[in-house]
DNA sequence: TCTATTTAGGTAACCGTTTTCCCTGTTTTT
DNA sequence: AAAAACAGGGAAAACGGTTACCTAAATAGA
């Protein structure tokens, strides 16, 4: 069997008290005592058993991240695994470790209730993908230590720290009008899209301050795939005066559109401008490379991480924010 | 404070041996004492404390999901993700946590040493990008319960599961002399990569099988990204006497060669067939979309928890096998 | 009816740490 | 020189469960 605290006490000649002593410093050891413990703990190959520690202290050191495999078009989103990495880094830093739970909606109430009670966990990072009225209230009532990735859609008591969208999109518009492109137009997703809007109000934002003017029909809404894409980049294409710059919310949007120009035999960037959000594989792979306002979701992670780390320490802490910060990546579209 | 096991015992007039036997089942307690029981469990909001409980049976009931955020073609991994919630998914059903760990191949020795050592978990599952021979002796020595996901590609004494990737390629060239196609090239990675060559030894012992010569130049090797796509599809078709259908190791490479293809104005799949493997994103969104032999990940994950399980339970067991089946999605390119 | 077996439930040790007290002896202060 | 302060370290309770062992009563078998 594998050494205990015991078998090194009596190997050094103390107590046990004295030996944990020495692991945790901060106490009046004698440097001899300290020499005899450390050279028994060698001697021994001792290693302390971290849950009995952790029982003993009555903290579990571990956060848990809830989450449910969003499907985007038919496919996993390809952030939440850096997403988890980044709050992997900053929580490991302090020792603590990071349980995954896929779950639905439906059933995460449930197991975040019953996590808390049997004391599994000092706190949560839940993705907006599964939060409801009913977890918010949950999560009230028993002051239970968390953090919301995603700004949730409906009036709530979360913590929360979601991507500065409608940053995102002022960056989107300040660049086209700094390369020169006049008339704006932006094709997004459903309105009820909280992302796209957001994205769409930046841009709006941007253009109202410079005094541009934008069409109606310069703005349309649709599905967040391609076919939609190329279907709304068509709607604006016919106006009897086109625009010279198009904003897609998203990248599938964006390659339904750049087919649409290219069907049109529509020079991308010269006759038009393309911009787009997210750095997806393929934003690197079409043919112009596209310029896309990307955002660091694993620096979002890390925020998160040290977030819930503080608030794990001071329970009270609060927070509702925008706190990650979009980046522009020029590529060919402009 | 939340009710213990005690207060529990103290309301139903019971001790505390009585309230355990009753929540753990099959031990002989009268009907009476069980509803005193759990009457006093109700009143009282009882839930056993999980970390004491696995403390005093001296288990975990904790997996550690060992690996480092792979990036390919710049990208993050997209199937790592859905490995990973497979793998809760299994887990979860037999009461088991999932931690992740995100590390470098350098450092994960050393982590996984110690979380053995601090007795933090029953077993790892480890990507096949964090192995080294250095790991494989450690494990080896400690007989730690794990499993590999990825073959390692140098002898070990590692358990491990892969997908068949030989058995994907031999799916699409079947499917491909199905269709009537009757002369096949491969455009494919480096020949060290592993993945790229099996898919290949897989076409190649159908092509075998059928008597279908493949000339050398129908066989190509490059990078595994776009442009070395294009370029190995050139020079494919630039021969005198042309295949009639090409399969490319993977995505990226695929997307290159239907670009060649295109701005050659061959038809896809009239004049030439594509096939490739992975179902990412933009194979679905392709002109024409992609036929594609696809793995099911999440079902990997599912498996790898299972295995691991097993392997808790019964240390001596022992596995290296393809077990993750590809499957054909038929689409436009074929 | 008497013994053997089963059933029901309690006692207390145990899991491996931490931590609160407390004691002893030495040093410092007055 | 007496009192106070302090350094060093041990004893034992605590964390919240499980479980081996034991006893008494109930039941079964003869």
Chains 1, 2 share one sequence.
Not at 296 to 321: C, E, H, T, W
Request: net charge negative; aromatic share 8%.
């Amino acid at each position: 069997m594998t050494a205990t605290i015991k078998d090194v006490a009596k190997k050094a000649g103390t107590s046990t008290a004295t030996v944990s002593k020495v692991m945790n410093g901060s106490y009046s050891i004698s440097q001899a005592t300290i020499d005899k413990v450390m050279q028994a703990m060698e001697e021994l190959n001792y290693h302390p058993n971290l849950r009995a520690k952790n029982f003993a202290k009555q903290s579990t050191k571990t956060v848990i991240f809830v989450t449910s495999i969003g499907k985007e078009a038919g496919f996993s989103n390809p952030h939440m695994f850096e997403i988890m990495c980044g709050l992997e880094h900053a929580l490991s830093e302090k020792g603590y470790a990071l349980i995954v739970k896929n779950i639905s909606e439906e059933k995460a109430c449930e197991y975040i209730k019953n996590a808390v009670e049997t004391k599994q966990v000092d706190g949560f990072v839940i993705h907006a993908s599964v939060i409801s009225v009913k977890l918010d209230e949950l999560i009230f009532q028993m002051s239970i230590p968390h953090l919301v990735i995603g700004n949730p859609n409906f009036s709530s008591h979360f913590c929360w720290i979601d991507i500065d969208n409608k940053l995102a999109g002022e960056l989107a518009a300040k660049h086209l009008l700094e390369k020169g492109y006049q008339s704006l137009a932006f094709i997004g997703g459903r309105e009820e899209d909280k992302i796209s809007m957001h994205r769409l109000q930046g841009v709006l934002s941007v253009l109202n301050e410079h005094d541009v003017i934008v069409p109606k029909n310069y703005v349309q809404h649709g599905e967040s795939d391609c076919d939609s894409g190329y279907a709304m980049a068509e709607l604006v294409l016919n106006q009897s005066e086109k625009p010279d710059a198009i904003i897609c919310a998203n990248n599938y949007i964006a390659y339904g559109c750049v087919s649409a120009l290219h069907d049109k035999e529509i020079q991308i960037p010269n006759e038009i401008g393309v911009v787009t959000f997210d750095d997806y594989p393929f934003s690197k792979i079409l043919k112009p490379m596209l310029t896309v306002i990307d955002i660091d979701v694993f620096d979002m992670g890390v925020q998160a991480g040290k977030y819930i780390l503080q608030k794990i320490r001071k329970p009270n802490l609060y927070v509702q924010s925008y706190i990650t910060f979009p980046t522009l990546i020029i590529r060919e579209s402009t």
